[in-house]
Nanobody
Framework: QVQLVESGGGLVQAGGSLRLSCAASGRTISSYVRAWFRQAPGKEREFVADISWSGGSTYYADSVKGRFTISRDNAKNTVYLQMNSLKPEDTAVYFC???????????????WGQGTQVTVSS
């Protein structure tokens, strides 16, 4: 079994930065695609970014492209999301996920974390 635990969320002013981390435990999932999703109050969960097992391929939602960077450290079984130039509309609970195939469809991911709150004030 795999457990994913997110950290790094918090309150930040618009224009600021945060770095989210997602540590995996239970068994090695270095060969899995890792991804970030988010869900704002009253809205559906949406895809943010994903990264291939090697880290050589990444994909971003248009809404975060150029501001967010996903990366991973397989030795630590950890994936990161560096978020810069944050906007109030980035406010959401951020979830990390792991699966065998890259997809913007959350249903394709087998493992999920509990989420971490990110709040961006204007």
């Amino acid at each position: 079994q795999v457990q994913l635990v997110e950290s790094g969320g918090g309150l930040v002013q618009a224009g600021g930065s945060l770095r989210l981390s997602c540590a995996a435990s239970g068994r090695t999932i270095s060969s899995y695609v890792r991804a970030w999703f988010r869900q704002a109050p009253g809205k559906e969960r949406e895809f943010v970014a994903d990264i291939s097992w090697s880290g050589g391929s990444t994909y971003y939602a248009d809404s975060v492209k150029g501001r967010f960077t996903i990366s991973r450290d397989n030795a630590k079984n950890t994936v990161y999301l560096q978020m810069n130039s944050l906007k109030p509309e980035d406010t959401a609970v951020y979830f990390c996920a792991a699966g065998s195939d890259a997809s913007s469809n959350g249903g394709r991911y087998a493992y999920w974390g509990q989420g971490t709150q990110v709040t961006v004030s204007s």
